[in-house]
């Protein structure tokens, strides 16, 4: 393999500025903060970005020859890791456009002020990409930020016909990935129900969420990101199939939504109004 | 201004392979090639990526509060040129998503080994911009490539309301854009005819290519790329504006074409089919 360097490179620098609507609830947060002699923290939960398997369905049959992983479209990484055939089906990377969405909000994040202290992702690849090139945008000082993989915040598992096959936390640092190998998380792997029901999943989100929060107070982290699923995202209660799948499908990649977090740490308060700013794009498609 | 980074970085690197159908066309060529004793030259066309007014109608009532320009969308370059608010409406830059894509073709000609050596662009910025997105993906040596600026490749004027407001090569150049202002355009600015008719404006493009493949025949060029409108990519013949549209409409953004030219610089020969892998995606729209 040659050392050369295909990077994407170079977004020039602009004074970073407010939002509007996210100065304003900043400004509210201070004002009530300032009552109650504790800074306000908040929390930002983020869509992972666009996975292979999305953009690709069956990509693995023609993409992948044995080990020999062979891209067949600019939108597909160089590189991906290698894994079993049922691990990249159950579990696949994020696409190059995925990855570039998340370094744009990314950048987002920074323009807004909003830049994270606390990375907390879903154990899925897609997910883990997903923070991992959004730090990649963060200032000097945040990209040395780690990301704590909690298995509670995983999508629900009767999506998939196999046992979780994610990397560890281990495994994922060993791929280059700045994940947190200390972090002890709420849930265990094995602990999952494939069997879970839809409410189940639910409640398992979440209580993962809440101990998330709960940890936020030991830590200081004034913003708190969490990179999960359409479902972590959307606040919609969720009790059928077809709610957890409407869920799912109304919330864009990427797409980020904040809250306030109560003083004590148990409830998300007044909401973040488009924390950042969005993306639209019409360069996909063909103009008629 | 802080001078901070913000930058979108980092795509690994991996071996980089033809594609078949690239392999093949170069095969063929070769062996042609061997007959008359000169190498073959392939001659690139691209439309220009996905410019701001594209993605954002009416951009500049939003973005722009005289001088000072506030992006709205990550979708929006954070720094533009300060220019007349006519020249931004006439001319406008390419969107985030443009540049990227530019850099992604960029890297598909570096994996399909069809580095350009020679770079000719239409005037406008959206053209210009895609031609130096393009260069920071390639390798370091052809990265010192310099783009030409030709204005008779402009796209046809009637689509304008105001005479060509275009930055100069040395306008250009000051931007920090890689330009010849060496280069001698074959068709000069005030030369251009704004009344042309659609049948003059293919003619006026068919000329200007002419004398860039001619220009190929002093230089050492291999493969030749031209970044111009979604009539100078298509082949069909259009006398009408309706045909104009269509042609221009069936041209996804920074989309190639690639052909072999004749030994004689005179004429497009076999096609080479696919020059690089597509590019396709839903990162962009909501799944359901």
């Given at each position: ?14 004074e970073?500025?407010?939002?509007m ?7 509210l ?5 300032k009552a109650t ?18 953009a690709f369905p ?5 993409a992948?020859?044995?080990d020999?992983?062979r ?5 597909m ?16 990377p994020?696409s ?8 744009m ?21 897609r997910?883990?990409?997903t ?7 963060l200032n000097n000082?945040?990209?040395?930020a780690t990301?704590?993989?909690e298995?509670?915040l995983a999508?629900?598992?009767?999506w ?16 280059g ?20 029901s839809v ?6 989100v979440?209580?993962?969420?809440h ?10 982290s004034?913003v708190v990101?969490i990179?999960g699923?359409g ?7 969720m009790?059928?199939?077809t ?5 799912d499908a ?6 980020v ?20 700013k969005?993306i639209?794009?019409s360069?996909?498609?063909?103009d008629?």
């Amino acid at each position: 393999m040659r050392n050369d360097d295909y990077s994407l490179v170079d977004i020039p620098s602009i004074e970073a500025e407010d939002t509007m609507s996210t100065r304003d609830a900043t400004k509210l947060a201070a004002q009530a903060s300032k009552a109650t002699q504790r800074p306000f923290r908040k929390v930002l939960m983020m869509r992972h970005g666009e996975p292979l398997d999305a953009a690709f369905p069956g990509w693995t049959r023609l993409a992948l020859l044995g080990d020999k992983y062979r891209p067949y479209d600019l939108n597909m990484p160089l590189n991906i890791p290698i894994r079993s055939l049922v691990a990249h089906i159950d579990d696949a990377p994020l696409s190059e456009m995925g990855r570039l969405t998340a370094q744009m909000v990314g950048r987002g994040l920074r323009l807004a002020r909003l830049e994270p202290t606390m990375i907390i992702s879903a154990p899925e690849l897609r997910c883990v990409h997903t923070a991992a090139a959004l730090i990649k945008s963060l200032n000097n000082k945040n990209k040395a930020a780690t990301i704590c993989i909690e298995p509670g915040l995983a999508d629900w598992r009767q999506w998939q016909e196999t046992p979780p096959l994610w990397l560890s936390p281990r495994q994922l640092a060993d791929l280059g990935l700045p994940v947190d190998v200390q972090y002890e998380p709420h849930w265990s792997v094995s602990s999952l129900q494939s069997a879970e029901s839809v409410a189940d999943y639910g409640e398992r989100v979440a209580a993962a969420l809440h101990n998330v929060f709960q940890l936020t107070r030991t830590r200081d982290s004034g913003v708190v990101l969490i990179v999960g699923h359409g479902a972590t995202v959307s606040s919609d209660r969720m009790s059928t199939v077809t709610e957890l799948e409407l869920a799912d499908a109304s919330v864009p990649y990427c797409s980020v939504r904040g809250w306030h977090l109560s003083d004590d740490s148990s409830t998300l308060m007044a909401t973040l109004d488009h924390p950042i700013k969005p993306i639209h794009t019409s360069a996909f498609t063909i103009d008629s």
